[in-house]
């Protein structure tokens, strides 16, 4: 499969944009597990014209990770072409317009999904965007504003007629937020319009490597992306990679893998940041990995885990976890 002259492996599992979760560590580190794209967060186009520095920061790749692809939302066309100018600078393999973050303070000001309510202006930033930088420019929306407005497999059409060089749907609409089960029918169906030539990426609740393939097998997507299910488990994509590649589950990391590449995350995360900073950024991997499930009263050491404010006393309580009591 390819996404411009990108080339990828077959069935290809792609690391989904994810606002203070896709750091460059995070992504790091699902590469290393498989992962065959990676995307950073998305990054406000105006913010970005203004010079912001933590914004920019948002910027940084590195090698090991490529190929990335650079997340941009706004809601202006000139905003938005003046910004991927300067995120190509950064040196991407891909530019990609977020026209589905469904959240009020995006979606409210019509930038992200809020652009599915005003699809002229989504594909009139589209095309600018496409025109004013030599990189492969691609989408990423939901399936519509609502359940009135399942407009994805018109609206792909129009993308794909903007000159995008792939598009990811996630298969919920505006109105449905995270809530309610992901519909991949639709995805489905924008895959198999005859019209449709570009790669189409599927997304929404793949959390099993039997989920993954039955995406690929149903759906006929020519890759996925998972999100919520890499947090607090970049393992994940191995885990997928193996089932895709051989129809088994893979030998399962020992518990004491699965900590010390949770130890690596937040380390790499306190040398991104600071040591405060990082901790508090990893904390949600903390909150949601599977690693410590299963251990019998655990509660007490979880509230303490994400608690902790320094790297002593969190690697302290995570040594103090061990094997026996997830055995018990
Ligand atoms: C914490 C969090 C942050 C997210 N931030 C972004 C983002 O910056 N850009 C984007 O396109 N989608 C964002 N999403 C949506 C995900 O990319 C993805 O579409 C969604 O979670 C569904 O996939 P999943 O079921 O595999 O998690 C975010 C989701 C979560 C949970």
């Given amino acids: 499969m ?95 317009l977020n026209f589905g973050c469904p959240v009020k303070k995006v979606a409210g000001k019509g930038a992200g999904a809020g652009l599915l309510r005003d699809i002229p202006k989504m594909l009139q930033i589209t095309s600018e965007v496409v025109k004013a ?95 919520r299910a890499s947090i607090g488990r970049p393992w994940i994509f191995a885990e997928m990679k193996h089932y895709l590649t051989y129809g088994e589950w893979m030998k399962p990391l020992l518990f004491e893998e699965q900590k010390a590449i949770i130890k690596q995350q937040v380390l790499d995360s306190v040398n991104w940041l600071d040591e405060r900073r990082g901790i508090i950024h990893t904390r949600r991997h903390l909150a949601s990995t599977p690693v410590f499930k299963g251990i019998p009263n655990f509660k007490e050491t979880r509230i303490a885990m994400l608690r902790a404010e320094t790297l002593e006393e969190l690697f302290k309580i995570l040594d103090s976890v061990l094997e026996q009591e997830v055995l018990l």
């Fill in 133 to 227: 930088v030599k990189l492969p420019v691609t989408v990423k929306t939901r399936l519509g504003w609502d359940d009135d407005n399942r407009v994805i497999v018109e609206l792909a059409e129009q993308l794909q007629d903007c000159g995008i060089a792939a598009l990811a749907i996630h298969g919920r609409t505006r109105a449905q937020m995270y809530r309610g089960d992901a519909d991949w029918s639709l995805i489905g169906e924008v895959k198999n319009n005859q019209r449709m030539h570009i790669p189409i990426i599927g997304n929404g609740d793949v959390t099993t490597p039997e989920g993954a393939a039955e995406c690929f097998d149903r759906y006929g997507v020519d890759a996925i992306m998972i999100g």
């Fill in 2 to 96: 390819n996404i411009s002259n990108i080339h990828f492996p077959d069935k290809p599992l792609f690391l989904a944009p994810m606002e203070d979760v896709t750091d460059p560590a995070f992504r790091l580190l699902c590469k290393r597990f498989g992962a065959d794209m990676v995307y950073t967060e998305f990054i406000s186009a105006d913010a970005l014209i203004r010079n912001v520095k933590r914004t920019e920061q948002k910027l940084t790749i590195y090698d090991a990770e490529r190929p990335v692809a650079i997340q941009l939302y706004g809601r202006e066309a000139d905003a938005m072409v003046e910004a991927a100018k300067i995120a190509e600078e950064a040196g991407p393999e891909i530019i990609d």
